[in-house]
T-cell receptor, first 118, second 116 residues
Framework: GAVVSQHPSRVICKSGTSVKIECRSL??????MFWYRQFPKKSLMLMATSNEGSKATYEQGVEKDKFLINHASLTLSTLTVTSAHPEDSSFYIC??????????????FGPGTRLTVL | AQKITQTQPGMFVQEKEAVTLDCTYD???????LFWYKQPSSGEMIFLIYQGSYDEQNATEGRYSLNFQKARKSANLVISASQLGDSAMYFCAMRRPDTNAGKSTFGDGTTLTVKP
């Protein structure tokens, strides 16, 4: 079953509103989570690293005031798209690393959130 | 910096045949991990196979195998006996396997279509 959940799976909002996306690790704790953005038929672009108990680390070119990240607990990270505009429409995916016995630290991905800004 | 290159935007394969999806990478790290993910139209990323940079044998997972050629910096995915359900977008990715917080670098992806 899924080990990382995202909510909502799909959201449509009006331009100028803010949208919050939740990413939860199920049955394991994640001190770090990652937020990616994906345009149709394109690659995943890392936006930021969410750190539990401290500030998120943003990739170059990502507006921290536009994409607010809060890692409130060891199982929950939230991404808030503030004052959303049509160009923010995209597929947002989170991931959380988890140690696998005898193997590499695996990244488990959430199912993604499709944001459409009208 | 790490870079992943997937040169095939789209591939077609006949059902039950094998197909190879290309992936080359560039990194200055000595230790790294290479991953392949499948992304169906639903959007979720499904982990397929992993190859560590120090692994001497090519990784295999069921119908998936990774043709790892370290000197050429290539990590091609081979899917044997293709099925209609294999139609999806496939991503090659790289990251350091030694930390719990390793970031992944993804290629641009290859869209695979399996024909009946």
């Amino acid at each position: 079953g899924a080990v990382v959940s995202q909510h909502p799976s799909r959201v449509i909002c009006k331009s100028g509103t803010s949208v919050k996306i939740e990413c939860r690790s199920l049955d394991f704790q994640a001190t770090t989570m990652f937020w990616y953005r994906q345009f149709p038929k394109k690659s995943l672009m890392l936006m930021a690293t969410s750190n539990e108990g401290s500030k998120a680390t943003y990739e170059q070119g990502v507006e921290k005031d536009k994409f607010l990240i809060n890692h409130a607990s060891l199982t929950l990270s939230t991404l808030t798209v503030t004052s959303a505009h049509p160009e923010d429409s995209s597929f947002y995916i989170c991931s959380a690393p988890r140690s696998i016995a005898g193997g590499p630290n695996e990244q488990f991905f959430g199912p993604g959130t499709r944001l459409t800004v009208l | 910096a790490q870079k992943i290159t997937q040169t095939q935007p789209g591939m077609f394969v006949q059902e039950k045949e094998a197909v190879t999806l290309d992936c080359t990478y560039d990194t200055s790290d000595q230790s790294y991990g290479l991953f392949w993910y499948k992304q169906p139209s639903s959007g979720e990323m499904i982990f397929l196979i992993y190859q560590g940079s120090y692994d001497e044998q090519n990784a295999t997972e069921g119908r998936y195998s990774l043709n790892f050629q370290k000197a050429r910096k290539s990590a091609n995915l081979v899917i044997s006996a293709s099925q209609l359900g294999d139609s999806a977008m496939y991503f090659c990715a790289m990251r350091r396997p030694d930390t719990n917080a390793g970031k992944s670098t993804f290629g641009d992806g290859t869209t695979l279509t399996v024909k009946p």
